[in-house]
């Protein structure tokens, strides 16, 4: 069969119209069926975009009813196919009807062959664009569970996007606590594979003579106490895909059997001569530099580019600006669930506590923190001194200071046009949309240098 050309079910009892349509559609790859029972048959087989239904079909060829049962049936069975009924020129009231219970659309032989052909390409496309919607939409509700509304999180959204669908092998960076596994199951949740499971292994929490066999399974009497042949957790992910948590503190002896696992995508359970083949998507995560571990020697470099075909790396809480609020706000909803408890919210003083924390410890630690703040909190509203925090960010200010806000976009957008136009002024100032003198004026407000020579504007030296 061409696989090149758009796949057509015509549900026709008459053989000299399915001769026609052969003819006249030749754009198409056209499969046939002549009564509801085979319509259905090719449809779950072949599972086309588009129909064409012939409403009278036997055992009453006089009659729609045969149809409109197939027509309810195939839209019942695949709500998205586009199904184009055919009646004849004198049958308007069942072209009508069909509509009115899903058909895309119809027409009256005998058949034109150029309308059919328009009507059937518009019928494609309209499919493909729903389909595309659909799974924009099925993506988002995916990536809902992230929160976070800074650009550097909406970026990585949309990296995830793009990623998920591929087979890349995916290395998560960032600091303990910034969402890596969370990062992970959302590449796994919009990948072809959310259906197939997701597991999850800590290379640090277990200890280095058990990890290979939790990851690789074992066989029976392979080292004392494997009483039974048990599957390790690369062949559990079969299908789906498997979480390399911590995998800067893989030990180097179980790194090359990573590697091959990696090439050659099958695995060798301990204890066993036999070889098993994985289907396999590696999402891995570190809090740790695996590439200076890979430079002195302490993680193997060609191992490294392996898990790295894409990396993503995960800001801190503390520069995620406002997120902190956004998160605060949704896992007071869910710890107040989870305890019973019925506490309203932050006042103003925990907002600033909550905004100027450093968070070392990141999203979990938010999370611990308002856990116990709602379980210590005196009135319906938490306040900073129920968060328990010491070590502000930085120099208590007020919490949006909308002048310092603006100075620093100011500025950052004078530097950043500085550089683009190869630090020439009348250019800059085009850019920036501000007269030259304007410019020099908010050059010297903010210290600004316009040395070519320097490849960066930095801030100029006051001396
Ligand atoms: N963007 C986010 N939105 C909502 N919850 C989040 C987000 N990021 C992280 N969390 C929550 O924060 C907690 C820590 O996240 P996660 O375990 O993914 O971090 P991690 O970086 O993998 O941590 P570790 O390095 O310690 O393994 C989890 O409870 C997770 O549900």
Known sequence: MNTDKPLLLVVEDDLGIQKQLKWSLDEFELVFAQDRASAIKQLRRHEPKVVTLDLGL??????????MATLSEILTLSPLTKVIVVTGSDDKAHAIEAV???AYDFYHKPIAADTLNIIL???YWLYELEEANQQFSQINVRLARIIGDSPEIQKLCRVVEKIAPTELTTLILGESGTGKEVFARAIHECSLRHDAPFVAINCASIPDNLLESELFGYERGAFTGAHKKTPGKI????GGTLFLDEIGDMPLALQAKMLRFL???????V?????????????????KDVLAMAQQQLFREDLYYRISEMTLTLPPLRERG?????????FL??????????????????????????WPGNIRELQNKIKSAVIMAETSRISDSDLLLCQPREAATTLFNLREVREEAESQAIVEALSYSGHNISKTADLLGITRPTLYALMEKYALSSNKDSSDISPATSS
């Not at 090439?263 to 359970?269: C, F, N, S």
């Not at 406002?322 to 949704?330: I, M, N, S, T």
């Open 58 to 67: 036997p055992p009453d060829s006089a009659n729609a009813t045969e149809g």
């Open 322 to 330: 406002g997120d902190v609020l956004l998160l605060a706000r949704a």
């Open 263 to 269: 090439q050659e995508r099958v695995i060798e359970p």
């Open 333 to 358: 909803v869910s710890i107040n669930k989870e305890l019973g408890c019925h506490v309203k919210g932050y006042d103003d003083s925990a907002l600033q506590a909550l905004y100027h924390y450093h």
């Open 121 to 123: 390409h518009r019928a």
């Open 100 to 102: 009115r219970l899903g």
């Open 271 to 287: 204890g066993s001569r036999q070889e098993i083949e994985v289907d396999v998507r590696v999402v891995c995560a570190t809090n």
């Open 235 to 238: 062949e559990c992910a079969q």
